[in-house]
């Protein structure tokens, strides 16, 4: 059985290999425990709801980046002091309509939210696909106010969650501290790629989103689509064609090329 799925099963009595059996039982749910997945994997938040999220095997935690990069323990937030700023579910049309998605409302002084995925098994090459909205609070248009305070970072644990650090964090910000700038999101679908070459074996993924000053910005992130593969390389081809207007000493030559992906 694969990890971290739900399966239905049914059941019946047989007493000896001669004798009559009985019916089948009605159909119940169980799911294996969460364990390391293979790729390609994938989360679109379509089976989500607004009890049920984060999905099986996601987790959700409350606490500054700056902290955990410097050894903090991550807070879950059933526990955190801070119930304002953490993802969501959301099925909306704002930012992107896309069948229920991730989003968290980045606000005030005391956003911290971690968004983590479950253990994903990499291999060679693989990368990271996601999908971004930024829109104003509970609307569709763009993100508004100054927002310098504001961040959103991907962050890969490469020990499987036990520590997560700078070095490994993709950073969106408005401070020129990032490696993007987070006000360049739009409130359209914004598609981002980030590569895990260097990273093998078991990580785990954390979305964060942060607000640490008041009065300067309420706006939604919203996040879908998120897929971890390796991508299949197609190498280009060339097919030599007939020859024509073949003199003595010339000829016209022809290929069909078709390119790599």
Same mark, same amino acid.
């Given at each position: 059985?694969?990890?971290?799925?739900?399966?239905?099963?049914?059941?019946?009595?047989?007493?000896?290999?001669?004798?009559?059996?009985?019916?089948?039982?009605?159909?119940?749910?169980?799911?294996?425990?969460?364990?390391?997945?293979?790729?390609?994997?994938?989360?679109?938040?379509?089976?989500?709801?607004?009890?049920?999220?984060?999905?099986?095997?996601?987790?959700?935690?409350?606490?500054?980046?700056?902290?955990?990069?410097?050894?903090?323990?991550?807070?879950?937030?059933?526990?955190?002091?801070?119930?304002?700023?953490?993802?969501?579910?959301?099925?909306?049309?704002?930012?992107?309509?896309?069948?229920?998605?991730?989003?968290?409302?980045?606000?005030?002084?005391?956003?911290?939210?971690?968004?983590?995925?479950?253990?994903?098994?990499?291999?060679? =090459?693989?990368?990271?696909?996601?999908?971004?909205?930024?829109?104003?609070?509970?609307?569709?248009?763009?993100?508004?106010?100054?927002?310098?305070?504001?961040?959103?970072?991907?962050?890969?644990?490469?020990?499987?969650?036990?520590?997560?650090?700078?070095?490994?964090?993709?950073?969106?910000?408005?401070?020129?501290?990032?490696?993007?700038?987070?006000?360049?999101?739009?409130?359209?679908?914004?598609?981002?790629?980030?590569?895990?070459?260097?990273?093998?074996?078991?990580?785990?993924?954390?979305?964060?989103?942060?607000?640490?000053?008041?009065?300067?910005?309420?706006?939604?992130?919203?996040?879908?689509?998120?897929?971890?593969?390796?991508?299949?390389?197609?190498?280009?081809?060339?097919?030599?064609?007939?020859?024509? =207007?073949?003199?003595?000493?010339?000829?016209?030559?022809?290929?069909?090329?078709?390119?790599?992906?």
């Amino acid at each position: 059985l694969k990890a971290s799925t739900q399966y239905l099963v049914r059941v019946k009595s047989l007493c000896t290999a001669i004798s009559s059996e009985s019916a089948f039982t009605s159909e119940s749910i169980f799911y294996t425990l969460c364990g390391a997945t293979a790729l390609p994997w994938m989360e679109d938040f379509s089976q989500a709801t607004a009890t049920m999220f984060p999905p099986r095997c996601w987790a959700r935690y409350d606490q500054k980046a700056s902290d955990v990069f410097g050894g903090a323990e991550l807070k879950n937030v059933t526990t955190s002091s801070f119930l304002s700023g953490i993802w969501q579910y959301d099925n909306s049309t704002y930012g992107m309509n896309t069948g229920g998605k991730a989003k968290i409302n980045i606000i005030g002084s005391s956003t911290y939210g971690w968004l983590v995925t479950p253990s994903i098994r990499l291999e060679v =090459n693989s990368v990271l696909e996601f999908d971004l909205s930024f829109t104003k609070h509970n609307s569709s248009d763009k993100a508004t106010d100054t927002r310098a305070d504001d961040k959103f970072i991907v962050i890969v644990s490469d020990n499987g969650g036990a520590t997560w650090e700078r070095k490994n964090a993709t950073i969106w910000s408005n401070d020129s501290t990032g490696d993007y700038v987070l006000n360049d999101i739009t409130n359209g679908v914004n598609h981002f790629q980030i590569d895990l070459s260097k990273y093998s074996g078991v990580v785990k993924i954390a979305f964060y989103a942060e607000s640490s000053v008041t009065g300067n910005g309420n706006n939604d992130l919203h996040l879908d689509n998120i897929k971890v593969h390796k991508p299949h390389v197609t190498p280009p081809t060339v097919v030599t064609l007939d020859a024509d =207007n073949i003199g003595d000493n010339t000829a016209t030559l022809h290929r069909r090329i078709t390119e790599g992906t």
